[in-house]
């Protein structure tokens, strides 16, 4: 075991922390995960101790501290971040189910004899999957799309989500709290080098949880280099729209690096 040196290290108050994890896809380094609903340090040695993290907390449940520790170790990082990128393919390639088949759909006026179980009802679904993980940055479908990206409770909430939110664009869903918050920012940011996506809508709940979902995209983006337009809706529990906004898309590592963009 390698000898601890005194050094500059992320410390995590477990009493103020609620588990939203948007700390997670602030960690470059892939140092803090969601474990038992509360965030940790996965690995001393993983931590830079730069608190790009710090920023991104709505509780205050992050602080950087001096003392002893192991001494961050890049090989490392890029080892574990690797590591999980692999898994993460390996699940969605390894993956039998007929979900995971590539499909895309006819314009919902031109599907003749789709039954329509609400009356006055029309899907305007255009893809298929729509789970983040098991979308493959190179579907067809989202070469030059309008991404909606959206957590999977906000099309339960919001009563008229096909028609308001999804019609006309090309959708991913998925729940940064029960999912890997990394393994989404790595994602986000193979579909914005590779699919050329125009614009980006994301749908969030209100509850702290969700609020990771917005950075998630946000952390993508700026891996990838790309700079689109972001427009963020918050939907209350109770299906009403609370907010709309535009979100800047800045440079993460400058940022992180305390450097203006």
Not at 2 to 13: F, P
Not at 109 to 135: D, K, M, N, Y
């Amino acid at each position: 075991m390698k000898a601890k040196v005194k050094r500059r290290i992320i410390e995590i108050d477990e009493e103020k922390c609620d588990g939203c994890g948007q700390c997670v896809p602030s960690c470059a380094e892939g140092a803090i995960q969601i474990v038992d609903g509360k965030a940790r340090l996965v690995s001393e040695k993983y931590c830079d101790g730069l608190g790009a993290c710090l920023g991104e907390c709505p509780n205050d449940a992050l602080r950087v501290v001096e003392r002893e520790a192991e001494d961050f170790d890049e090989t490392a990082v890029e080892e574990h971040l690797q590591s999980r990128e692999a898994a993460v393919e390996g699940a969605t390639m390894a993956c039998g189910c007929p979900s995971a088949h590539i499909q895309s759909f006819a314009s919902p006026a031109s599907r003749e004899g789709v039954s329509r179980p609400v009356e006055g009802g029309v899907s305007t679904l255009s893809h298929w999957p729509v789970q983040i993980r098991l979308v493959p940055p190179t579907a067809p479908f989202l070469k030059g799309a309008d991404l909606l990206v959206a957590a999977d409770c906000a099309p339960v909430a919001y009563p008229d989500f096909h028609q308001d939110f999804l019609k006309g664009k090309v959708i991913l869903v998925g729940c940064p709290k029960l999912d890997d918050a990394e393994d989404y920012v790595q994602r986000f940011a193979d579909i914005f080098r590779s699919a050329d996506i125009k614009s980006v809508t994301v749908v969030a709940m209100e509850v702290p949880c969700c609020q990771a979902l917005p950075v998630i995209v946000k952390k993508g983006m700026e891996s990838a280099g790309r700079k689109i337009p972001i427009d963020q809706v918050t939907i209350g529990i109770r299906g009403d729209v609370l907010k709309r906004e535009k979100l800047a898309v800045v440079d993460f590592l400058l940022k992180k690096r305390g450097k203006k963009v």
